[in-house]
């Protein structure tokens, strides 16, 4: 079983930056086992794939709202997994969610559909 938790939201004003953490707790295992993703989702929409990244953190891909803002990494050392948010919009607010993929993958994917861990979420507020 894998838990996640989400940290480091908040309110930041456009064109400011915030960091996110997903701390990953799995007995006997790490973060390097599986692929991983951040999702957002608004009041209304459906989950969006934001950003993902592979089992060993070399491959990644992005939404093209967020292309060249935003950066996902893993943090081997800490377990975790992050996302670098710069130039921050008011279209960025949103709840953030990490999710964590089970078994092999060969790419990482935005696909809502193939993580089956997810986090609680954390709150971005982006004002204008």
């Known amino acids: 079983q894998v838990q996640l938790a989400e940290s480091g939201g908040g309110s930041v004003q456009a064109g400011g930056s915030l960091r996110l953490a997903c701390a990953v707790s799995?007995?006997?295992?790490?973060?390097?086992?599986?692929?991983m993703a951040w999702f957002r989702q608004t009041p209304g929409k459906e989950r969006e794939g934001v950003a993902a990244i592979d089992k060993l953190g070399d491959r990644t891909t992005y939404a093209d709202s967020v292309e060249g803002r935003f950066t996902i990494s893993k943090d081997n050392a800490k377990n975790s997994l992050n996302l670098q948010m710069n130039s921050l919009m008011p279209e960025d607010s949103a709840i953030y969610y990490c999710a964590a993929r089970e078994g092999g993958c060969f790419a990482p994917t935005r696909e809502v559909s193939v993580y089956k861990y997810w986090g609680q979420g954390t709150q971005v507020t982006v004002s204008s």
């Open positions: 799995e007995y006997n295992s790490d973060v390097s086992r599986h692929c």
